[in-house]
């Protein structure tokens, strides 16, 4: 949910102010606080989920106006959403629920990580080489469990990888994730999105992936936060 590059929102934008209340299809409602992210796949807000006196702040996701009309983005934004529901590991930010607001927009909560990108928070509190490695192991860990549930997450770097107060690491951002027996292989393909730092060789050429296209990118982040610099 962090790290996207930024996109100038049309009219079209399902725009939300701080303060608005969002009725979900399902039980509860969340009140918008403040935007966290856009980019080409979707908006992110910062809201607060209230149901009876229990209150929780979560990361909640739309479509956003480049996708609005697109049945392929509507199609990666389902998925991403099946995806999230068979993730289950405390260093992944997990799915709360996924649903349909009154007004027809389609929209996933996910829990909502107050942290630092992990290259940032080793530069700020210069972790020794051995609390560095835990660090990346508990990415690892997080990471093998997609894997284990047919997940390639595909966009692997600092950005989507944040360190929160507690000192855990979280993974985020599955939107561009893919299943290995997912049957729109081709589509995923074509659409070539990447960051091209932490792509691997075959991602950059199109080629059919695996989850060794994963285990590249976390090299690169482990370069990254021994060296100081990117490999």
Known sequence: LTGWQPTIPDDTTPTLTAGEQIS???PGRYRVIRQIGEG??????LAQREEGDAHQQVALKFLGAATLGSAQHARRFAAEHRILATLRHPNIAHLLE?????DGRPFIAMEYVDGLRIDQWCALHAP????????????????????QHLV???DLKPANILVNADGEPKLLDFGIA?????TVQGEATRTQVLTPAYASPEQVEGAPLTTAADVWALGVVLYELLAGQRP
């Open 24 to 26: 979900a299809a399902s």
């Open 40 to 45: 080409g796949m979707g908006v992110v807000y």
């Open 98 to 102: 996924g649903g349909t607001t009154a």
């Open 128 to 147: 020794s080489l051995p609390q560095r490695l835990a660090l990346f192991l508990k990415v690892c860990a997080a990471v093998e469990h997609a894997h």
């Open 152 to 154: 390639i997450h595909r």
């Open 178 to 182: 893919r299943l290995l027996d997912d």
